[in-house]
């Protein structure tokens, strides 16, 4: 029995306890200082009060100012269910409380911006975890389509775990070897990450048509506009793949579970594609955000916020090719200027 710690209680990583526990392991869940309501309704009942359903019995749930207690069992890996601007609080929580380099795994999604390139989230996390003197750490990530309430009821689940070292495939695989959770190995950990954080970017535009068709009068047939979000869709695919291959990652990756399959269940439902139809529907990102989001994370937007800037500086000086990425442009002038989203078909 190995034991398995999962920093963040929010609705993914709680749920990801399941496949974990059922594999016979112990599961230490520790909640952020956000997570404080939740936590302690799990040390009261055993019931995530989001995923509606209790977590398994040889799951423990501590507060964030229990970390270290439940540090004590030695984790044989770490995984980090926080947000993505969680990111550097558990770096620097965690960094001084491990004594050693363990496997870390991250569900968070997201890109990190630096001086002069766009950076995965798990090369910022293996050097900061580095920076505190212990070794090096070596990181990997989670993605594909993956909805946690989904994953907390036992349905089949498809994910990609992305990991430097394929030595380390089986072992991960023993530990989260549930039957209804099917994990497929890559070793291409920039591929899996950009296609993990731009399907949430690339879902406000394929949200887009249902707001659209709000507001447009309704022909006598009652036709949908099902043709418009599948153009944007396969758009958004031909983007993220350019994206992928400029950083010098895997494209297979955004044919498969990391790209096209996240793509596509992100756009289902959820934040993004919600924040998509109030776009569709003429409205602004700053009104939409204010008026009828202004309690949600939209991943998408934040996304749009943090790299958009940089990106127009890339399509600026030519680094690259603003012609190839219409559909791109558009969400970060939605976004980033509160432009009203009008799709350049021409363009693509």
Known sequence: MATVLILGAGAMGSAFCFPAADSGHKVNLVGTHLDQEMIGQLKKNGEHPVLKTKLPENVQAFQ??????????????????????GIDWAVKTLGPRLKEPVPVLLLTKGLAVGEDRLTILPRVVADGLSGFGTG?????????????????????????????DSEKFGWLGNLFKAPYYH??????????????????????AVGYPPGRLEV????????????????????????????VEWMEGNA?????????G???????AGRNSKMGRFLGMGMTYT????????????????LALKIGPFLEGLFETGTLDREKYPLTRTIIDAVCHDALMDIPWISF
């Open 252 to 260: 297979e990756n955004v044919y498969g579970l990391a790209g096209v």
């Open 136 to 164: 090096r750490f070596t990181v990997g990530a989670v993605g594909g389509p993956c909805i946690a309430g989904e994953l907390a009821a036992r349905r089949d689940t498809r994910v990609t775990f992305a990991y430097p």
């Open 183 to 204: 994990i497929h190995y890559s070793t291409d950990l920039t591929g899996v990450e950009i296609c993990a954080a731009m399907k949430n970017f690339f879902a406000l």
């Open 216 to 243: 447009s009068d309704r022909p006598q047939n009652g036709a949908k506009m099902h043709n418009l979000s599948a153009g944007l869709f396969a758009q958004s695919v031909r983007e993220m793949a350019l994206l």
């Open 287 to 302: 009104a939409a955000k204010q008026e009828k989001m202004p309690f949600d994370t939209v991943e998408g937007a934040e």
């Open 262 to 268: 996240d793509l596509y269940v992100t756009c289902q």
């Open 64 to 85: 964030y100012e229990e970390l270290e207690t439940a540090l004590r069992d030695r984790p044989d890996v770490v995984v980090l269910g926080v947000s993505s601007a």
